[in-house]
């Protein structure tokens, strides 16, 4: 059974680099049609999307990041990583990653990560 | 960007009652919507792609209807397990958003 599990420091100092990982288990980022996603979501709002990063190594990233914002993906370990650079406290989230399940066309939203959560602060 | 409206933000309902949200497209995206539905604490579960297809293992109480701009879902009897925030959310096209979300509470 496909389970992610998000890993990284729950805290991060300001103007620095947030870096998370994604373990894929029971499942590979490097084969099918899937897609694989970071999706945040700041303390008492709605989730908001990252970036997705395709199996061929594509990624398409949200335009509000994408100048401090690096999705990659290592096939051999079937992990994915998010890195955002100069960090503010607006950065502060519980950060998931997830699967885009393809079905006929359609590319859900059908699996995610427990989540963890990242505080930005000195 | 597409900009996705939740209404109501909040409701609250009886045990058994039926329960309906709205979600609105600012422009057309067909059938790629799906809904979520989030407990404090945990991430979104998915509840219903393509506008309208069930998730394998969601309860048949749930169900969505809409195309092009107007959505809904739809809680047919309600019950105390239902009680969470439900989020629509567009995967038609880049940058995919979110709904502002509907907070379900029980009487």
């Known amino acids: 059974q496909l389970q992610l599990q998000e890993s990284g420091p729950g805290l991060v100092k300001p103007s620095e680099t947030l870096s998370l990982t994604c373990t894929v288990s029971?499942?590979?980022?490097?084969?099918?049609?899937?897609?694989w996603a970071w999706i945040r979501q700041p303390p008492g709002k709605g989730p908001e999307w990252i970036g997705d990063?395709?199996?061929?190594?594509?990624?398409y990233l949200s335009p509000s990041l994408q100048s401090r914002l690096t999705i990659s993906a290592d096939t051999s370990r079937d992990q994915f990583s998010l890195q955002l650079r100069s960090v503010t406290a607006a950065d502060t989230a519980v950060y998931y990653c997830?699967?885009?399940?393809?079905?006929?066309?359609?590319?859900?939203?059908?699996?995610w990560g427990r989540g963890t959560l990242v505080t930005v602060s000195s | 960007d597409i900009q996705m409206t939740q209404s109501p933000s909040s409701l609250s309902a009886s045990v058994g009652d039926r329960v309906t949200i709205t979600c609105r497209a600012s422009?057309?995206?067909?059938?790629?919507l799906a809904w979520f539905q989030q407990k404090p604490g945990k991430a979104p579960k998915a509840l219903i792609y393509?506008?309208?297809t069930l998730q394998s293992g969601v309860p048949s109480k749930f169900s969505g209807s809409g195309s092009g701009t107007d959505f809904t879902l739809t809680i047919s009897s309600l019950q105390t397990e239902d009680s969470a925030t439900y989020y629509c959310?567009?995967?038609?096209?880049?940058?995919?958003?979110f709904g502002g979300g509907t907070k379900v509470e029980i009487k």
């Open positions: 997830a699967r885009r399940l393809a079905v006929a066309g359609h590319w859900y939203f059908d699996l």
């Open positions: 029971g499942g590979s980022v490097s084969s099918g049609s899937d897609h």
């Open positions: 990063i395709y199996s061929s190594g594509s990624t």
């Open positions: 422009q057309a995206i067909n059938l790629y």
């Open positions: 393509a506008a309208s």
């Open positions: 959310q567009q995967y038609r096209t880049y940058p995919l958003t």
